[in-house]
């Protein structure tokens, strides 16, 4: 079960998606969290680290105006 799946049945435990739906959230999850990533190494890389930090993600949602 993956975390889309988790969140839902937490709602409400009848509830049912098209496939389509279901890939279609999924596809979005994954193009936000790779996005929000690239952002999060490049505040490490302007920090001079090759390791990424919580403090570089928490930059990252702070600069594109996201509440933590």
Known sequence: MNANSDCLNHLQTDLRFQSSAVLALQE???AYLVSL???TNLAAIHAKRVTIQP???AL???LRGERS
Do not use: I, N, Y
């Open 37 to 39: 990533f690239e952002d």
């Open 28 to 30: 979005a999850s994954e």
């Open 60 to 62: 990252a949602r702070r």
């Open 55 to 57: 403090k570089d993600l």
